[in-house]
């Protein structure tokens, strides 16, 4: 089911209650936690489970975590709560971490992805909390993101993976800690560190002690092994991962701080020199000054996100998700962020940071999203319209998925521009008409876009009415020139037969001239768009 997601403030008494009364009805709905954004559903419920699978695109042998309103609740999901889980729970919760416990018969095995353990967390979240509570259910929630990507800390990033997919979202602001709970398997005699977060082994072990509990070995991160069944979130399959290489400066010990200058001088010098710009820089503040100043004349091939002090391991864990995100969508074909040492937060920090950049060490992960723009002269009737098809005979012939992993569903963002156009332009009465009516497509209220820099550079392809809008674009962005087309041209690369590529302007004529243009393009997109999709390697 395709929803018109809603995106509702907490304020919204109306509109938050509406987004509780879906989870309790089986729905799946965004929401806030000091975390990441997590995307929920009635934990007790197995089709309303299934759905996170399916708009997650996750593999169901990953586990869940269920988050809960109050620890009196705790005690019903679980069969047993251990002297060292107890500790946990009293210490921590609610709080940044996740306890994991056997399960009890409340909780179904489409949670725990088979297992007999269930992830146990109470958020410290206000919001998270109260929308909890309101629903009267348990939720169980993975991080709102498409399965590999960075997991979301604003709303908007949930809204750009998220949109369609579920009803509700529910805006909590960003996330003060910006790094997934820590996950601790408390079934034994000592506690096991399956993924670390912002309650460190430090903090756990102090309570430990101050508990009377003994310290038969050093706590430390369990790795999981190839034929291993995860048992939380986060351990097994590669993400937290932009489309493009990330780049690791430094090796974490505390003197790399007065090389980090050196560092990013160096990728920066090597990324203008191999062609790998823009170049996108997760950089502290005093680091991104001098460079500024080095790097004045090469300012546009330059991405910049400052997350704070450079030593300032908080700030950067907090803004680590948000900086690859941002970056990534800004069209950076490299990013380059510092290592931290391995103790306190910098331990979460780096097995998320580690994970990104190991997805594109033998490749670059190829991507779940494209984006596609179509190009014309004026941005009011032939780009809007094929924008409208396109989007259109991709969602009648999907769900489409990623050759290989049946498990991704592929997407891809449609837009368009104007090669010549003048702006806030509204589109043609009856390009919105044909739009809506032939291709159930909302394009009314539209306004035409000048094909900037801006605009096209995070295009992964770009396909222009006629040879003289290609021609006209390459020529005055040339570093571009590889994904401009016209569809003259990529139907002649792809040796497509029988289909002309010409599509003539029918702006000024009348109803049955604009009807033929949009026949025209549907023939084009629709011999085009397998060809692209099995480049983009989606199926």
């Known amino acids: 089911m395709e929803w018109e997601t809603k995106l509702v403030s907490p304020e919204d008494e109306e509109g938050f209650a509406a987004a509780a009364r879906a989870l309790a009805d089986g729905e799946v709905v965004g929401m806030p936690t000091e975390t990441v954004y997590g995307l929920g559903a009635d934990a007790r419920n197995p089709e309303a489970v299934e759905k996170i699978y399916k708009a997650k695109g996750r593999p169901s042998d990953n586990p869940l975590i269920v ?292 997805a594109n060490i033998a490749q670059v992960r190829k991507r779940s999203g494209k984006k596609i723009m179509f190009v014309c002269s004026g941005n009011t009737c032939r780009s809007p319209l094929a924008e409208a098809i396109f989007r259109s005979i991709f969602r009648s012939t999907g769900p489409h998925h990623m050759i290989g992993h049946p498990e991704i569903e592929a997407k891809v963002d449609a837009c368009s521009a104007g090669a010549f156009a003048s702006g806030d332009q509204p589109y043609t009465p009856y390009s919105v008409r044909i739009a809506k009516y032939e291709y159930d497509e909302d394009i009314s209220g539209g306004t035409s876009h000048i094909a900037i820099k801006e605009r096209l550079v995070s295009q992964d392809l770009v396909l222009c009415m006629t040879d003289d809008h290609s021609h006209f674009l390459r020529e005055r962005f040339p570093d571009l020139s590889d994904r401009i087309f016209s569809f003259r041209e990529l139907l002649s690369d792809y040796d497509i037969p029988n289909v002309d590529g010409e599509v003539p302007d029918p702006y000024g004529g009348d109803y049955l001239e604009y009807m033929e243009t949009a026949k025209q393009l549907d023939r084009i997109i629709r011999a085009l768009m397998p060809e692209i999709l099995k480049h983009w390697e989606m199926e």
């Not at 990330?246 to 050196?262: P, T």
Request: proline share 8%; net charge negative.
């Open 67 to 358: 988050h809960v309103a109050s620890k009196e609740t705790i005690p019903s999901l679980v069969k047993e709560i251990t002297p060292i889980a107890q500790v946990l729970i009293d210490a921590f919760m609610p709080g940044p971490i996740t306890v994991i416990m056997k399960k009890s018969t409340l909780v179904p095995y489409c949670v725990s992805a088979g297992l007999d353990t269930v992830g146990v967390r109470f958020p410290v979240h206000p919001v998270a909390q109260r929308l909890i509570a309101m629903s009267g259910v348990p939720v169980a929630a993975p991080s709102a993101n498409l399965s590999g990507s960075p997991s979301p800390t604003k709303a908007g990033h949930v809204m750009k993976d998220m949109d369609g997919r579920i009803p509700y979202i529910v805006d909590g602001g960003e996330c003060q800690v910006g790094l997934e709970s820590t996950v601790v398997d408390a079934t034994g005699n000592w506690p096991q560190i399956l993924r670390p977060g912002a309650v460190t082994m430090e903090q756990m072990e102090a309570a430990l002690d101050a508990a009377g509990i003994s310290k038969p070995e050093e706590l430390k991160l369990h790795e999981v092994s190839p034929d291993e069944a995860p048992r939380a979130p986060g351990m097994k399959y590669r993400h937290y991962a932009p489309s493009c290489e990330v780049k690791i400066l430094g090796d974490g010990m505390h003197e790399d701080f007065s090389n980090y200058l050196e560092y990013y001088k160096q990728t920066v010098m090597h990324a203008i020199l191999d062609g790998r710009t823009p170049v996108g820089l997760f950089v502290g503040e005093e680091i991104a000054q001098h460079l500024r100043i080095l790097f004045a004349d090469k300012e546009e091939q330059i991405l910049y996100y400052i997350y704070g002090g450079t030593e300032n391991v908080e700030a950067a864990s907090q803004h680590l998700f948000d900086g690859l995100r941002t970056l990534d969508e800004k069209g950076a074909k490299l990013i380059a962020a510092p290592a931290f040492p391995e103790e306190g937060l910098g331990l979460a920090y780096m097995n998320r940071l580690n994970k990104a950049a190991t």
